[in-house]
């Protein structure tokens, strides 16, 4: 069975400092990775998605995310935080078929001024 | 293009009231799936459609719970005899059926509060 770890409930970091928000998945396959954002009062947008195609994936906003599967992890990250970045973040993981979607429990990003 | 919509955006009833959530997909998107999220509890999967079909009604908490999907377009959750732990952010998603790495579109939700 699939699962997603997402590690932080809560984050806070600096304006222009490092995001880092934590992710490690279970699969019994090859998975397909995803993060997505919600913003405050509003549905789920994709940030970005592993599909095998490449290690590293670049999405939008400037977030990129790393698939490292002897560590099992999806970590997302950002080299400058803005506070427009301030959300809750969402890693997802599906093993495929009709791409039945494990969510983890999300992340709060806050930016501090 | 229009996205997904929900309706309504906000609902509160009474302990016991039945409630329907409209969900519009994306037009095109025969996937569709919904989805509770329950403060820090994150994203809980209710149910998925094909079409007009519901192969995997496994996420349904209850019997109470039901779904239904006409014209592999719009579909209604169903709530009966709603209980306060029914309160909760109802979250839409439509895609189309490419596999698992389809992108899944969601809509802004509809916060039930049972009271």
């Known amino acids: 069975a699939q699962s997603v770890t997402q590690l932080g409930s809560h984050v806070s970091v600096s304006e222009g400092a490092l995001v880092l928000l934590r992710c490690n998945y279970s699969s019994s396959v090859p998975p397909y990775l995803f993060w997505y954002v919600q913003y405050p009062n509003q549905g789920l947008q994709l940030l970005l998605k592993?599909?095998?195609?490449?290690?590293l994936v670049k999405g939008i906003n400037g977030f990129e995310a790393e698939f490292k599967k002897s560590e099992t992890s999806f970590h997302l990250t950002k080299p400058s935080a803005h506070m427009s970045d301030a959300a809750e973040y969402f890693c997802a993981v599906s093993e495929g078929g009709y791409q039945k979607v494990t969510f983890g429990i999300g992340t709060k990003l806050q930016v501090i001024p | 293009g229009a996205g997904v919509s929900q309706s309504p955006s906000n609902k509160v009833t009474e302990k016991g009231k039945d409630v329907e959530l409209r969900c519009d997909p994306i037009?095109?998107?025969?996937?569709l799936y919904w989805y509770r999220q329950s403060l820090g509890q994150g994203l809980e999967f209710l149910i998925y459609?094909?079409?007009?079909?519901?192969?995997?009604k496994s996420g349904l908490p209850s019997d109470r719970f039901s779904a239904e999907r006409t014209g592999g377009s719009v579909s209604t959750l169903t709530i009966q005899r709603t209980q306060q732990e029914d309160s909760a952010v109802y979250l839409c998603a439509s895609s189309l059926p490419s596999g698992a790495q389809e992108t899944q579109y969601f809509g802004p939700g509809t916060r039930l509060l049972v009271l």
């Open positions: 037009s095109g998107h025969t996937a």
């Open positions: 459609f094909q079409g007009n079909s519901a192969p995997d």
């Open positions: 592993y599909t095998s195609a490449a290690t």
